[in-house]
């Protein structure tokens, strides 16, 4: 199985300001076929279901606001928000959807400072 | 408008068994590989288990922790699906979330989810 792993574990960030959040999985999860990387970004917010932001490492969803931004390929991925809203406080999650089990990364909490 | 709609939660013993369902809307459900999810309380998601479409003969796939005791079937016709859950335990107790699989397998819709608990 494919174990995906979150840095850190949460993070609390100005208004306005940069935050950062890294992804790393066991093996690659790079499509060597489609030059794809099947790893995908996820926010939840309290009492909500998760929410798609970012799908094929960088693919922004339809209506995701452009300060959110993914990048990375291979094993290590991460995402970024350019500046944060309150809005935007919420746990994030990674995801490989290379292979079942299409396991999670145990998320990161992001707070206001 | 995708719509996922989980029904049938609720308080069961520990080895008994539950069934959840979830009916679909808003886009073409016979389309799509569908999903099972879930998140105890407090704590982050866990893919539970995955069910294909026709022309992929609606092979499944499920985690190791709910292997041989959950089964998942879709009825097309119904644009319905279903995860049938049985010896649960305690630790099985979670929100299961129905999710859409898109394209090469990213999950883009999420129901809100059903709360099951396992307790005595």
């Known amino acids: 199985d494919i174990v995906v792993t979150q840095s850190p574990d949460s993070l609390a960030v100005s208004l306005g300001e940069r935050a950062t959040i890294n992804c790393k999985s066991s093996?690659?999860?790079?499509?060597?076929?489609?030059?794809?990387?099947?790893a995908a970004w996820y926010q939840q917010k309290p009492g909500q279901p998760p929410k798609l932001l970012i799908s094929?490492?960088?693919t922004r969803e339809s209506g995701v606001p452009d300060r959110f931004s993914g990048s990375g390929s291979g094993t290590d991925f991460t995402l970024t928000i350019s500046s944060l809203q309150a809005e935007d406080v919420a746990v994030y999650y990674c995801?490989?959807?290379?292979?079942?089990?299409?396991?999670f990364g145990p998320g990161t909490k992001v707070d206001i400072k | 408008e995708v719509q996922l709609v989980e029904s049938g939660g609720g308080l069961v013993q520990p080895g008994g068994s539950l069934r959840l369902s979830c009916a679909a809307s808003?886009?073409?459900?016979?389309?799509?590989?569908m999903d099972w999810v879930r998140q105890a309380p407090g704590k982050g998601l866990e893919w539970v288990g995955r069910?294909?479409?026709?022309?992929?003969?609606?092979?499944?796939d499920f985690a190791a922790s709910v292997k041989g005791r959950f089964t998942i079937s879709r009825d097309d016709s119904r644009n319905s699906l279903s995860l049938q859950m049985n010896s649960l335990k305690t630790e099985d107790t979670a929100v299961y979330y129905c999710?859409?699989?898109?394209?090469?397998?990213?999950?883009?819709?999420w129901g809100q989810g059903i709360l099951v608990t396992v307790s005595s």
């Open positions: 999710v859409r699989v898109f394209s090469g397998g990213y999950f883009d819709s």
């Open positions: 808003g886009f073409t459900f016979s389309d799509h590989y």
């Open positions: 069910i294909r479409d026709k022309a992929n003969s609606y092979t499944t």
């Open positions: 093996q690659s999860v790079l499509y060597s076929s489609n030059n794809k990387n099947y």
């Open positions: 094929w490492a960088s």
């Open positions: 995801q490989q959807y290379y292979s079942p089990p299409h396991t």
